[in-house]
């Protein structure tokens, strides 16, 4: 009875299923599915309830929240099509940055060995959810982004301890950060930035689960919440805004401009036994002097006449940008009416050998040149005797006064009054950048003229622009402290037709120095007066000796 039971009910079974099928079938064909007629309603954003409202706001992108964000599908969609070869190359990373911090477990608490079992960031790419630029004068782009990744990864790391392995794995990983990152400086070299400087604008929101030995530890009462909050806030201690993670992106002297930290001050004293250039009387010499790599004009002492022992005590104070490769070179010449000037020998000093705030008297045998194996070097050209000494400038003497201990370093910056550092001898530096705007009513060269104390210096012209940049550095040195000083600069315009030169004034400004030598440096753009839209980009700084 029970076998014909059973047959009876296999029967029944494929009896009900095949007049199942017909009757279904015959229900799709003959019978048309009727209109949908009551569609859901949508309800605009401004009239969802307050309680629903606040539930919904966290997810919405910042493009939506605040209109200084823009939106980045674009940048998402080269992300996803990225995905699988960023998702080796960060696993890659993770993977060399782990691995010696594992290795300094190993042997202690009884662990044998650590290592990743399974390492992939899944298939779900994170994704921006807006992005903010900021304007700044300085040279770098500073931009905000918010990122959001709730992605599948599947990190699993074994954990051998003595002879039992535990198999800790990382699933259901979400995160929610707001971010900014500076590119700077800029440099004439790809990428055209040097390093990549990152902060967080908030702690950061992070969820996951950790399974271990196939249980969710997060399931624990409580311990999810305390995980959650502490690795927020360790994250938040190292990245959360004024601390930053640098990314250096090319070597810092790739490109990188160097300014100046100090000044040599040189006292050429005299010169004995120089060689006679002229026939019928003695030479007249006279020294120059400039520093290598400095593309500035040399500096002259004043010709001694028909002498072969010349006095000259002249001073002279050259900027130095680094004391540990650059070198005094000093040349001296016959000095001729008519025709070249005859060069009469030369010396070079490297200015390693010089210690900070220490004066150097030098006798130099002169040369005819710094190759060794020249010939004519054996020739005796006489010598000359000068005074040097590098004076760094006070925001600089940290790195040329060696070790010292905190306490030192307190009461010697305590002991410096303002008034030395205010009244006191310093390099002005003027860094016109750019314009904008400037507009001329017969034509547009335009460059820029600075005027401080009766001196003038001058940019190169660029022609057929409103918009010119450049990025020229100009040097003042002064004895005292420009406070009461107005920094005067043009933007002008010139144009050469038929051999004769139009210039035409496109606007100025008048900047007071005050506020750069109580601040040390400003960095503004200015409307030029007498122009209708021109602006005008300038750097100064004041170095104080």
Known sequence: MGFLGSLLGIFGFGVGISIGLIVGYFLFIYFEPRDVKDYPESTPFNEIEPNTLVDLLPELPLWVMNPDYERVDWFNEFIANMWPYLDKAICGIIKSTSEPIFAE????????????????????PPRLHGIKIYDSNEKELVFEFAVRWAGNPNIVVALKLLSLQISVQLVDFQMAATARATL???????????????????????DFGLKVIGGDLMAIPGLHHFVQETISKQVASLYLWPQTLDIPILDSSIGAVKKPVGILHVKVLRAQKLLNMDFLSKSDPYVKLSLGGDRLLAKKTTVKMNTLNPVWDEDFKLTVKDPEAQVLQLHLYDWEKIGAHDKLGMQVVPLKMLNPYEKKELTLDLVHNTNPNDPQNKKPRGQIMLEMSFIPFQEDSIKFSGPISFHERKESISSLSDDISLRGAGLLLVTVIAAEDVEGKHHTNPYAVVVLRGEKRKTKAMNKTWNPKWEEEFQFMLEEAPLKDLIHIEVKSKKRRFGFQSKELLGYVDIQLMDVIYNGRINEKYHLINSKDGILHVDIRWKVI
């Open 105 to 124: 477990y190993i042997g202690q608490y009884q662990i044998k060995s650590i290592e990743f079992e399974q390492l992939t960031l899944g298939t779900i």
């Open 184 to 206: 700077k400086p800029f440099v004439p070299t790809f990428p055209c930035f040097s390093s990549i400087i990152i902060s967080l604008t908030k702690k950061p929101e992070v």
